[in-house]
């Protein structure tokens, strides 16, 4: 069962969009590129994606995990194409702004597999919560990127 899919976008962090605001996708050129390693071709998949060819990702950072790499971008050092819809609370709370949040594709898909054969009460009840829990944030996040990336273009005019 389809729990989720990834919405990848750019995201950075609002004190950086003050410095180098992002009024179009080819402004992403003036940051740093941050990319992690578990994900390294998620930049060139997003320029592509927008129809950007003449872009040079030297210069920016690479960290060994995309936990990393968003830490990074919350202390303003660059920007990262990262899952949008998973790191929703981040954008909501003012952490992290996704200055295009239409400019997305889809990520990863994240599936959950009952085992053959019956399973136990226990883990049947995680399966349900899991499944609810994918649900309601799916239902959520549609709605509050829709009302962050308004925020979002709002702080970088």
Not at 3 to 14: G, M
Not at 57 to 79: E, N, P, T, W, Y
Not at 138 to 146: C, F, H, K, L, P
Request: aromatic share 8%; proline share 6%; hydrophobic share 40%.
């Amino acid at each position: 069962m389809l729990l989720f899919r990834e919405d990848l976008a750019v995201l950075t962090s609002p004190k950086l969009l003050a410095r180098k605001p992002l009024a179009k996708p080819a402004d992403v050129k003036s940051h740093h590129l941050i990319e992690s390693m578990t994900r390294p071709q998620e930049w060139a998949a997003w320029l592509k994606h927008v129809g950007i060819s003449d872009a040079f990702m030297a210069g920016g950072h690479r960290f060994d995990h995309l936990f990393v790499a968003i830490q990074a971008v919350k202390d303003g050092l660059g920007s990262v194409v990262a899952p949008q819809n998973v790191l929703q609370e981040a954008i909501a709370s003012g952490d992290l702004a996704s200055p295009f949040p239409r400019l997305n594709f889809p990520g990863e898909s994240y599936y959950c597999h009952g085992a053959a054969g019956s399973i136990d009460p226990a883990t049947q009840k995680f399966r349900d919560w899991l499944v609810q829990e994918a649900r309601s944030q799916g239902s959520m996040t549609s709605a509050a990127r829709r009302a962050g990336g308004q925020r979002s273009r709002r702080r970088s005019s």
